[in-house]
Nanobody, 128 residues
Framework: QVQLVESGGGSVQAGGSLRLSCAAS????????MGWFRQAPGKEREGVAT???????VYADSVKGRFTISQDNAKNTVYLQMNSLKPEDTAMYFC??????????????????????WGQGTQVTVSS
């Protein structure tokens, strides 16, 4: 089992920045995907960025050049640095994890069905 706890959300004006954190606990795995997803009211949950156990990165087109996903393995924490925020970035942001037995290479898509473990979410509100 893996537990995920997000933090760092808040309210910011357009053009501002926020850094989200996702602390993972429980069983550790050598091969995994960690992702950030977001869901705005009335919309589907969409993938924002992913990072895998080899530190390969995937970004949604809408956040490329503005958001950066990273991880600190010593702290079992994944971060999402969000710069140049726009009102359309307003959403509940969720951290997610997919884990795999053994050690190998994986591809971490932005597809929510790939992920087994989810945090409770942290709200990000960007005002114009």
């Amino acid at each position: 089992q893996v537990q995920l706890v997000e933090s760092g959300g808040g309210s910011v004006q357009a053009g501002g920045s926020l850094r989200l954190s996702c602390a993972a606990s429980g069983r550790t795995y050598s091969t995994y995907c960690m992702g950030w997803f977001r869901q705005a009211p009335g919309k589907e949950r969409e993938g924002v960025a992913t990072i895998d156990s080899d530190a390969d990165l995937v970004y949604a087109d809408s956040v490329k050049g503005r958001f950066t996903i990273s991880q600190d393995n010593a702290k079992n924490t994944v971060y999402l640095q969000m710069n140049s925020l726009k009102p359309e970035d307003t959403a509940m942001y969720f951290c997610a994890a997919a884990v795999y037995a053994g050690r190998g290479r994986v591809y971490c898509p932005l597809r929510k069905g790939q992920y087994t473990y989810w945090g409770q979410g942290t709200q990000v509100t960007v005002s114009s």
